[in-house]
Structure formats: C-alpha cells, structure tokens
C-alpha cells in the first residue's frame, strides 16, 4: 500500500498531454499507481487536491547555486518555489575540482566574488571545504550532503582550464597541445562519470575579483576557436549538453562558435543551449536575431539541436550605487566594481579623478545629444550595452532621502533644475531634500552631472532598481512558447543583492494561465518534461516508476498573485549579505522531493536540512541511473 496518495488533483505529467483529474500514489520513493479511487490503508498520508494542479517538480536549468549548496545544502529557496531539480556549474565556472589552491592563487573567490556577489570571506570559508581535488570527488561530496533538491552539475571550462593550467596561465596564454589534450581527458572521465554537460562563457560582464587579475576575464574568455571544438567534440560523443553565452559584440566570432551545434558539419549534432534571448530595452533587435540564428541552426540544412534560454518574467536589476552585474560592460563603471563592496574611500579616489570624471560623461551621455551614429542608434533603439542610461527608468529603493523610495530619479532631477532657477524659491518637495539641492553644482546642467553628484555623495547607500529586459508581456509570452527556446536563465543563486528569479517558473505558469489550459499543459511540459529530455535527465514526468518529483499548485492563488509586488530583501547570515527574494504566498502548496515532503505550503517539513531529499542525477545513459529509467 502507499506511502502518500494525492486526491483529486488536476494532474500534468509533463509529457504535454492533456490534464486529468486522477489521484497519484507514492511508495518508497516512486510513483506507484495512477488513477481515479485509489485504494489506502489506514496509515497512508492522504492530501486532498481537489481543485489544485499536481505537475512533475519543475527544473531550473541555469544556475549558479554551487557555492550556495555548500552553505545550505537543502536551498529552501529554490523548494518553496515547486523546483525540485536544479543544474550547476554554469556559465564555465564551479567548484567541481576542489578549491584549487596553488602558488597563492584563490580560483573560487576570484571566480565567483563579482558573480555571486558574496562576501570575499564568506566565499573562502567555503573554498575552505572544498577539499576534494577532482570531478569524482565532488560527486561523492555532493551525494554526502542533505540535498534539498536534485543537483545536475555540468564541467565548467573555466574550472577546467585552471586544473591544467593554473589561474594565471590560464588567462595569459594559449594552451599547449598537451595541455589541451589533458584538458580533454579530463572532460572525458566527467562525462563518463555522468556529468550532464560541459558550460563556456563569452560575456563581457564576468571579470575576476582578486588583484593582481581584477582586469582580466574569467579563464573560460581565453581559449580560442581549436580548444573549444576539441572540448565539445567529447560533449558530443556522449550526446550531452553544451551550456553557453555568445560574444555579444562579435557576432561573426558568435555564429562561427554555435555551428558546432550543427550535425551537418559535424557527424552528430551537438545539443546546446545559450543565453539568452531577452527583449532588451536598449537593443530591439537582438531578440529578433537570436530566434533567427536559432531557427538557421534547427534547419534540416545544418540539423542543430540549438535552444536560447529565457528568463520568465521582466529583467529586473538591483544597483548598491554603481555596484550592479551589468557594470563590468562599461569600462568606466567596471573601476568602481573593481573594488570592494565596503571600500567607498577607494571608489571615492576614483569619482574624484578628472580623467575618470570625462569618461564617466562621455559614456553617460553617448547619443544623448546632436546628431551622430551613436543618437540614431539611441533613438531606435540599437544601442551596443544594456545598461539604461535614463533617469526615467531608474527607481529609487532606498536612499538617505526616504522621499525619494519608489521614485524615479528624473523626479528629483526635475525638482532641482526647477529649484536653481528658481533660487530656492519652488522645486524642493520640503527642507531635507532643498538641504541636499544646495550641495549639487549650480547649474547641474546634464543628467551626468546629476547621477555622478549622488554616487559621489551617497556611493551604495543610494539602491535603485531598474528593468532592463522583457518589459512587453506580449513579446515574453512568444518567447516562452517559441520552439527555439526554453524557459531559463533564472541565474538562482547569483547576484544575490540584484537579482531574484527563483520564481521564475512560476511566472511562467501565471502567464500561460492566462491563455486558458492548453496552454498551462505547454508551459508545465516546458518547465518539465522538455528540459528533463534536452539535458537526458530522469526527471520531469509523473509515470508509475518515476522517482516522486511533484508540486501542488493552487491556481487561485496563481491568478491572484503580482509577482513585481512580492519583492523583498532578507538577510541571510550565511552569506553575510541581503538577498533578494520574490516568495508568493499559497501558491506552492506542497512540495515532494524523492517521496518526502519538503514543503507544505507554509513551511518546510520537520526533517527539511536534516536529511537527503534530492540526489545527484547524472545522465540517464549512466549506469547509476538505471534503476530510476
């Protein structure tokens, strides 16, 4: 008899099917039985469903919570959500060989300083741990945690190259053919061990945090077109994944990489996925071109398996002063990320350098003024970064102003022009802020001026949000459905102080719910069962057999809840910094990870961090994942 049965569900068993109302059984672990009636003994745990979904647990396959499983090994935030199985190890960099400490050199903090934004001290008592020394071994560190969820960890190439080569040569030089050839065998024994795949990155934002390397890229930015083909030529002798970010300023570099996809050219088509395709609010264009590169890709002409990754909802960024994950893009932002969080004189030093002061103008008002390339492509929307560069998409969350909390900034840059005409007589909304308008130089002139005056005098305590992405619901709603995509790129557990997208998933079903069942029965196989089969997972679906993955979702609660109203900032001790979080209440009514109930609706269960829920999963080719086929 059953261990827990759920009643009268709306199920989706994420195959893309049309739902049923049907009651699901567990036993040890599994799905046991499926079906109207079900019968139970007296000692069965039985949850009443009626008029709620039960889906397969969700996926979230872009992460960054590598280092955060080793601080809360459970990740209740990603559980509270409905996601029961995450991938790691993205964007080229991990932990999976060790802390990696050699000749001084500190890879993890100097890697994930400027990407997860934690402290450097949080991050090297992690590193401190990280004593095992190869893939293998971490394998066996993760399955001796209390996982939360299931962890699927690909083999990032920037960890990769600094096992070969070291940090400092991996991002000074080319390798050796020997060298590039260990690195290949490396990647072999993690496929075989059961990696799911292999990450890269070639975005302009990631830097290392540590000198004497602040200026330069994560090593993974280094390797040329011939260690790259090798290292996915093993990928794709295992019909794994390739994780990826293009060159986003080059795109003829950008094409050249991605046709490795291509079975055509190739023998075999490589299966890859790429971030990402968002609406950008500074570049119309680029969306357009990413589903057109994708669809080439897809043709039967060069029969690529190629899917961008799309975050769920509007790219919503918070900024400490200048301090943001998009920063790094503009050289004369990148001085003041450079430093660290808690050092305002050094950043001060720099603000005040008059050389520093005429690039900061030069790019803050880049196309804003007469008439040249760079104000045509301003004004149709083309520019080259991301970054906004307009007061009226910056909100104010807090500053040392509380008037001005939920404001834009072009308000107050309003009322102080409007108040150094007046002489002080109109503009000032009352005496604390007029104090403030006498310390602004007179004229202020430009918005430059303005937006460097308050970093100079505020630097992180000014926190101001802007979304830079997906802000056209109709736009993100075709993404998400595209047949080029898949739902992603939620960045879990990076930039913990900017950026909260562990209800990403959720989002995604609010916005099908829209569009009636169908197409709820899409989205739910799009957060499951489809990203469980591109990246070979045993995962995704409820069939009897499967291993007991499920969420409960209460579709009122779903229809009631505004995600951009849910925002908040909690203090996590752990890391040793605020994080973002977005948690909506009575949405998520029951979480199941392995046939154990994680979460209730309203808490975690009673052992929730104490014991193994989740599991590594490996490729279902593994033979260790045989016995949940």
Request: with cysteine; net charge neutral.
């Amino acid at each position: 008899m059953p261990d827990t049965v759920y009643r009268n569900a709306l199920l989706f068993d994420g195959t893309g099917c049309n739902p049923v109302i049907s009651d699901v059984a567990v036993s040890g672990g599994r799905i046991s039985a499926m079906g109207p009636a079900l019968e139970v003994e007296g000692d069965t745990t039985e949850i009443d469903c009626t008029g709620l979904w039960l889906l397969p647990g969700m996926l979230d396959i872009h992460t960054h919570l590598d280092l955060e499983v080793e601080i809360a090994p459970e990740l209740p935030e990603v559980v509270r959500h409905g996601t029961t199985t995450v991938v790691i190890g993205n964007c080229s960099i991990g932990v999976t060989y060790g802390n990696q400490r050699r000749d001084g050199e500190d890879p993890i903090v100097d890697c994930f300083a400027r990407v997860e934004n934690m402290p450097k001290t949080v991050l090297g008592k992690v590193a401190n741990t990280c004593t095992w020394s190869d893939s293998q071994g971490y394998l066996d560190h993760l399955s001796s945690l209390s996982l939360g969820p299931n962890i699927v960890p690909l083999i990032p190439h920037s960890m990769l190259r600094i096992e070969v080569m070291g940090l400092q040569q991996s991002i000074s030089r080319s390798p050796t053919r020997r060298e590039r050839g260990r690195m290949e065998r490396l990647l072999d024994a993690g496929m075989a061990q059961g990696y799911a795949g292999f990450s890269t990155d070639a975005l302009p934002f990631h830097f290392l945090a540590n000198d004497p390397h602040k200026k330069r890229k994560i090593p993974t930015q280094y390797a040329g077109y011939r260690e790259l083909k090798q290292l996915t030529g093993v990928v794709r002798r295992y019909g794994r994944v390739w994780q990826a970010t293009p060159p986003k300023d080059d795109i003829i570099e950008a094409v050249r990489a991605f046709l490795l996809t291509s079975g055509r050219l190739f023998g075999r088509p490589l299966r890859t996925t790429v971030l990402a395709a968002i609406d950008l609010q500074t570049n119309r264009a680029a969306v357009g071109m990413c589903l057109m590169l994708s669809a080439i890709l897809n043709s039967r002409v060069l029969k690529g398996i190629f899917r961008f990754q799309v975050l769920s909802g509007s790219f919503r960024v918070w900024s400490d002063g200048a301090i943001n994950p998009l920063a790094d893009e503009i050289p004369a932002l990148r001085g003041l990320n450079e430093r660290e969080l808690d050092d305002r004189e050094g950043r001060a030093r720099i603000m005040d350098d008059p050389q520093w002061i005429a690039s900061f103008r030069e790019m803050w008002m880049k196309g804003k003024t007469g008439w040249s390339l760079a104000r045509l492509r301003r004004l149709v929307r083309q520019e080259e970064t991301v970054l906004t560069r307009n007061l009226a998409d910056m909100k104010v969350a807090e500053c040392p102003l509380s008037q001005w909390d939920g404001q834009t900034l072009q308000g107050p840059y309003d009322r102080l022009r409007r108040w150094q005409k007046t002489r002080g007589r109109h503009g000032a909304a009352d005496q604390a802020e007029a104090r403030f308008f006498a310390t602004f130089p007179d004229p202020v002139g430009d918005d430059a001026t303005f937006i460097l005056h308050l970093l100079r005098q505020w630097d992180t305590a000014l926190r101001w949000e802007t979304t830079f992405a997906n802000r056209n619901p109709d736009i993100l709603k075709k993404l998400l459905f595209n047949p080029q995509t898949l739902p992603g790129f939620n960045d879990s557990g990076a930039h913990l102080a900017n950026i909260g997208f562990y209800d990403g998933n959720l989002r995604f079903l609010k916005i099908a719910q829209e569009d009636g069942m169908h197409a709820v029965t899409s989205a739910v196989h799009r957060l499951t069962g489809l990203p469980a089969a591109f990246f070979n997972l045993n995962a995704g679906t409820i069939k009897v057999g499967a291993q007991a993955d499920l969420c409960v979702i209460d579709p009122l609660a779903l229809h009631a809840w505004n995600p951009e109203e849910t925002y908040a900032f909690t203090y996590r001790a752990q890391f040793g910094c605020r994080q973002v979080i977005n948690r909506p209440t009575g949405v998520v009514r029951h979480v199941m990870i392995g046939g154990t109930t994680a979460w209730t609706g309203t808490d975690y269960a009673s052992g929730f961090g104490q014991q193994a829920y989740g599991r590594v999963m490996r490729s279902r080719e593994h033979p260790l994942e045989r016995a949940y086929r």
